[in-house]
């Protein structure tokens, strides 16, 4: 009885290390980074615009992405001010996902614009959990950390009033599943080391936050705070 006994106690050990190993591999599996990069075409549509056709590794795929932006998405504005007189709340964040760009007003000028990345479909608004989908709508930063994987990350706080109607009202018109979750942890970040390129190439690479180089980044945070207003749109 008690070698019996054992016995299940080893199993149930050896299931559990074996649960435990699966969810870290899966957990591995949807950080990896996207690697091999290739820019397969680049040209202007007449429009103003600049078309990118590339081709990365995500995990396992071998993903093809075609990213349209305007010529004037690489523009960067940094206006010298002084810090010991900005007001923090007179801060305004602006980000246009059709322009791949999040502007600092401030006093109703432009003292800031960065290039930014979102998730794979730039242009959709966000639905529900897993959807990659960048929300839109009026924001405000919840909180602040300086330790993030991606170097800098503030926290919006999605969903709010307004996000959680919408999506209840989608979900109560079948739109979207009625096991559907919200989802959440949605902000704004830098990117691992090395990574600019990504961002300068207009990747879609987040699961629907907004993503800055790392100089950007850490400039942003010294800017802004908890509260700071965070409208984002097409």
Not at 24 to 50: F, M, Y
Not at 103 to 132: C, H, S
Not at 136 to 142: C, K, L, P, Q
Request: proline content about 3%; charged content about 25%.
């Amino acid at each position: 009885m008690g070698f019996f006994r054992n016995s299940i106690k080893v199993c149930l050990s050896f299931l559990m290390v074996a649960l435990m190993l699966f969810g870290w591999s899966v957990g591995v599996q949807a950080q990896h980074r996207p690697t091999n990069i290739k820019v397969l075409d680049e040209h202007s549509d007449g429009h103003g615009n600049i078309v990118r056709t590339v081709q990365f590794n995500e995990g396992l795929m071998r993903v093809t992405q075609t990213i349209i932006e305007p010529r004037k998405a690489s523009a960067v504005v940094r206006v010298p001010i002084r810090m010991d007189t900005v007001k923090k709340d007179s801060m305004v964040i602006l980000v246009k996902k059709s322009d791949y760009v999040l502007q600092v007003w401030y006093r109703r000028r432009i003292i800031r614009a960065y290039k930014a990345t979102f998730g794979p479909n730039p242009l959709q608004n966000k639905l529900m959990e897993g959807d990659r989908n960048t929300p839109e709508g009026m924001f405000r930063i919840a909180g602040k950390r300086d330790n993030s994987k991606y170097d800098r990350f503030m926290l919006l706080n999605y969903p709010n009033d307004s996000c959680t109607a919408r999506f209840n009202k989608l979900k109560a018109n079948g739109q979207i599943p009625a096991n559907a979750k919200i989802g959440g942890n949605v902000g704004i970040h830098g990117i691992w080391a090395g990574g600019d390129d990504m961002i300068q190439l207009g990747i879609g690479w987040t699961d629907g936050c907004i993503a800055l180089k790392n100089k950007d980044i850490e400039d942003l945070y010294s800017l802004v705070g908890v509260g700071t207003k965070v409208y984002i749109r097409k």
